[in-house]
């Protein structure tokens, strides 16, 4: 995880966790 894109990285991560949870209930 880069620290130093604090914000960029939290949003990434959110929305790769809302991707993966998509991909399963699919």
């Known amino acids: 995880m880069i620290l ?4 960029h990285t939290y949003n ?4 790769e966790k809302q ?3 998509r991909k399963t209930f699919q």
């Open 4 to 7: 130093s894109n604090n914000k």
């Open 19 to 21: 991707f993966c949870i």
């Open 12 to 15: 990434e991560v959110k929305w």
